[in-house]
């Protein structure tokens, strides 16, 4: 059996997000085992080739998983423990795929286990904030999170709490599942892509008058001739292909060329295969020949889409065993082909009819529906506009009606000598003659204390009367 670095195959596949379900599996695998490469006989003297750092660590990207974090940190956990890697060495795909591999997860240490168990609550609780989330954004209710957690098939949602043999299982086969469909995802979206700009290129049209729009016209084929007009492409994989990087990118002697050695020149990781990025490599030259960023009429999004159809054609001729791995020995078989001598012509996008006229009609009617339903939320939004600003102004013109009611209440009060009365009916002015709360009452003159009860008051003497007897 032949070991290879595995990490630096999955690094990749999760660059090109395009995985087939046995190299989805080598996804959740590759980071758990730490394997020697195997040795390359190649002359290095021969090539320029950059240095690589020994011991560096490569980061993977992004997998666009939407739990591409969790499945990170598994695999990271996972690879800790000794008895999981030894047991991952002696795997095959199919081992792995029956979930025969999970069940050895009962027999990883407690520390890893607890680990595990941690970072799958972690995980639940981030998807029940994302469906509250959701959910409140349309202002619902009665939020039953057991039942919307089952949307999401990368973990056992029965059993929130730690993480089983089931869980690894679920996550393998989701990342399985997902990843497999992005090559055909990515094509169904370039098509998409084209069809929009030829509805939004028509669109345009339309607005023009007749001189305008034949100019337009005009321009439009003379781009499409120019991009077309580019030296020609050689089938990818073929032996003119490979002699051109040959003598151009790695600028050897084109009488020398050799199946063997061009392989372990470009097997960059020294893995003992070619993989998708090293393949889609060997393709920059031809593509050179066909797009330039610098050329109005190349779209380098139809770039990508070109290199992606030239790996996947080279996959399908050279990859035996459909691994998504070219070996040297497939890569040797491949070469004796007659294709490999005399391939046929390669026919380069602006060659091909990407799509029908039915095709871009049903597209535009899509868009057209979905013109029509943002239309009417737009009326809706604003007739509730208009509701609020109604409701606003009627009851705007209700604290008015009750705010002159109580000025002319209050001018009402003044006039008829009663003091205005504040917000909780107290007197605002202090009438004659009478106190505020609190104040101590006056005596009668004579006295500091006042009488005791069943005594009357005599009455106070005048002036007067102390000077007349």
């Keep these: 059996m032949m070991y290879v670095n595995l990490c630096d195959l999955v690094s990749f596949q999760m660059k090109r997000l395009s995985v087939l379900p046995q190299q989805c599996l080598l996804l959740m695998t590759c980071l758990l085992m730490a394997l020697e490469a195997v040795p390359i006989d190649i002359d290095k003297t021969k090539v320029k080739a950059e240095g ?179 030296p020609k492409v050689h089938h990818p994989g073929s032996k003119d292909q490979l002699k051109e990087v040959w003598e151009e990118a790695d600028g050897l002697d084109p009488n020398e060329f050799d199946p063997k050695t061009f392989f372990k020149l470009h097997d960059v990781n020294n893995d003992g295969f070619l993989d998708e990025q090293e393949l889609e490599a060997l393709f920059t030259k031809e593509l050179e020949k066909v797009y330039d960023p610098k050329n109005e009429e190349d779209d380098m999004v139809e770039m990508e889409e070109e290199r992606l159809r030239m790996r996947e054609h080279v996959m399908n001729e050279v990859d035996i065993n459909k691994d998504r791995l070219v070996t040297l020995e497939e890569f040797l078989r491949a070469t004796e082909k007659k294709e490999f001598l005399e391939p046929d012509s390669w026919e380069t996008l602006d060659q091909q009819q990407l799509f029908t006229e039915d095709e871009l009609k049903e597209f535009e009617n899509h868009i057209s529906q979905q013109e029509d339903e943002l239309r009417k939320k737009a009326e809706e939004l604003q007739k509730q506009k208009e509701e609020l600003q109604r409701q606003h102004d009627q009851l705007q013109a209700q604290k008015q009606e009750l705010q002159q009611v109580v000025k002319q209440m209050e001018q009402k009060k003044l006039q008829q000598g009663n003091p205005p009365a504040g917000p909780g009916g107290e007197l605002k002015i202090q009438p004659p003659g009478e106190h505020k709360a609190g104040d101590a009452p006056q005596h009668p003159a004579g006295g500091d204390q006042p009488l005791p009860p069943g005594h009357a008051q005599e009455p106070a003497v005048r002036n007067d009367q102390l000077t007349n007897p």
Aim: proline residues 2%.
């Design 52 to 230: 690589q750092v020994e011991g560096e660590k490569v980061e993977n990207p992004d997998t666009g998983l939407y739990y591409d974090e969790y499945l990170r940190q598994v695999i990271d956990v996972l690879e800790t423990d000794k008895h999981f890697r030894e047991k991952l060495q002696t795997a095959d795909i199919e081992e792995i795929k029956s979930g025969k591999l999970s069940r050895e997860l009962d027999l990883v240490s407690h520390h890893v286990r607890t680990r595990l168990d941690e970072l799958k609550r972690q995980e639940v609780a981030r998807l029940r904030m994302l469906i509250k989330a959701k959910m409140d954004s349309v202002q619902d209710t009665g939020i039953d999170h057991q039942a919307l957690l089952k949307q999401f098939e990368h973990l056992n949602h029965q059993n929130p709490d730690t993480f089983e043999p089931k869980d690894l299982d679920m996550l393998i086969k989701a990342a399985t599942s997902d990843l497999e469909n992005y090559d055909k995802t990515r094509h169904e979206e370039f098509k998409k892509y084209e069809m929009m700009k030829e509805h939004e290129r028509r669109e345009y049209l339309k607005t023009l008058d007749e001189e305008k729009r034949k100019r337009e016209e005009s321009k439009f084929e003379e781009m499409k001739k120019k991009h077309g007009d580019h």
